[in-house]
T-cell receptor
Framework: RKEVEQDPGPFNVPEGATVAFNCTYSNSASQSFFWYRQDCRKEPKLLMSVYSSGNEDGRFTAQLNRASQYISLLIRDSKLSDSATYLCVVNSDSNYQLIWGAGTKLIIKP | EAQVTQNPRYLITVTGKKLTVTCSQN?????MSWYRQDPGLGLRQIYY???????DKGDVPEGYKVSRKEKRNFPLILESPSPNQTSLYFC????????????????FGPGTRLTVL
């Protein structure tokens, strides 16, 4: 089992719709959780950190479920510009490393 | 402007010819790391550094070397490149995680696309 798993997609979603995807992690002791966005052939950029209580930033909502060991990302009122690959990131417990998921590709269609 | 720079952006080389990819950040970050990204595998950490003269192996260190002689620079060295090192490489930096779970935002360079023939 991979340490961080994501559905690779692609998720094809009409503009204006709500879309959600999850990321599961294997290390129950992980403390840092993030969603990064990566546009084609570009560098990843932080979308949002994920806090225990859940957090929201405009149209984006991130949640953490420790019991089931997954984090989620919800995008409301999706825009064409949301088309990208979304990377889930979790810290490793034994050393100072981050473990990255392979990403979920999202395509927003007009 | 706060940024991480990498050079070169694109490189085509031949097996066995030593190369160095430079990485520099101007944010006074202690933590720096190198990743490679391959289709379907996501980002895999090659090496990371907690501060000057402090480096450690990531998940895929074989065939790579790094050095951290100055805080701002973290070059990646391929002593004898092989075709399986053809990949997209990213350098990243951040504030030092105070504990293993205390990571901050990772700032990435624009990437170096390396092809080894």
């Amino acid at each position: 089992r991979k340490e961080v798993e994501q559905d690779p997609g692609p998720f094809n979603v009409p503009e204006g719709a709500t879309v959600a995807f999850n990321c599961t992690y294997s290390n129950s002791a992980s403390q840092s959780f993030f969603w990064y966005r990566q546009d084609c052939r570009k560098e990843p950029k932080l979308l949002m950190s994920v806090y225990s209580s859940g957090n929201e930033d405009g149209r984006f909502t991130a949640q953490l479920n420790r019991a089931s060991q997954y984090i989620s990302l919800l995008i409301r009122d999706s825009k064409l510009s949301d088309s990208a690959t979304y990377l889930c990131v979790v810290n490793s417990d034994s050393n100072y490393q981050l473990i990255w998921g392979a990403g979920t590709k999202l395509i927003i269609k007009p | 402007e706060a940024q991480v720079t990498q050079n070169p952006r694109y490189l085509i080389t031949v097996t066995g010819k030593k190369l160095t990819v430079t990485c520099s950040q101007n944010m006074n970050h202690e933590y720096m790391s190198w990743y490679r990204q391959d289709p379907g595998l996501g980002l895999r950490q090659i090496y990371y550094s907690m501060n000057v003269e402090v480096t450690d192996k990531g998940d895929v260190p074989e065939g790579y070397k790094v050095s951290r002689k100055e805080k701002r620079n973290f070059p990646l060295i391929l002593e004898s490149p092989s075709p399986n090192q053809t990949s997209l490489y990213f350098c990243a930096s951040s504030l030092l995680p105070l504990v293993a779970g205390g990571f901050d935002t990772q700032y990435f360079g624009p990437g170096t696309r390396l092809t080894v023939l």
